[in-house]
């Protein structure tokens, strides 16, 4: 449990670091525009980064959290046998699929399918066996693959849903 939880810690650490770095680039570049008066200093600039880096380091780990805790309860409620350090490699994994490989499977199902019912139920078919695949990759059984598969898919989809659902009500309200 303790290895698990130092994962943890890296990965968000890492995301973290991920974030400064661009962000620490644009202060720095926005920063030599300014006057000598209004200009940072360098430790200034890097206090501001390390800080501001805070709240997307924070999103991106709700989000992995968000995924773990996906896989570890269909895990738990279809009685699939995964380590701790299992369900994070997992859901690292899925993580980074949805993060890449996904946007463009979307963007080609938008322009082929268009927007609509057959694009959703593509790409809920698309991840199913993209999850699948890493779920198999990491030697996870067949059927356990395949409830993992289908049950992170569509809780990604209702994910989605629910995101949509809300900035339509919030469009009206305008």
């Known amino acids: 449990m303790v290895v698990e939880n130092m994962l943890i810690l890296l990965i968000a650490a890492a995301a973290w670091i991920v974030c400064i770095v661009p962000i620490y680039a644009f202060i720095r570049y926005t920063n030599k525009r300014e006057t000598d008066e209004e200009r940072m200093s360098a430790g200034m600039t890097i206090a501001v980064s390390v800080l501001i880096a805070l709240f997307p380091a924070g999103v991106l780990a709700a989000m992995l959290l968000a995924v773990m805790g996906s896989v570890h309860t269909l895990g738990l409620l279809f009685d ?11 859901a690292v994994t899925i993580f980074v699929y949805l993060f890449t490989l996904d946007s463009v499977v979307a963007a080609v199902l938008g322009a082929v399918a ?34 993992l598969g289908v049950g992170v898919a569509a809780i990604i989809w209702a994910f989605e849903w629910l995101i949509e659902t809300k900035e339509k009500r919030e469009a009206v309200k305008e």
């Open 80 to 90: 699939i046998d995964l380590s701790g350090g299992g369900i994070l490699l997992l």
């Open 114 to 147: 268009g927007d609509g019912v057959v694009q959703t139920l593509l790409l809920l078919a698309v991840r199913s066996l993209a999850v699948f695949s890493i779920c198999r990759l990491f030697e996870v059984g067949e059927r356990g693959s395949l409830i």
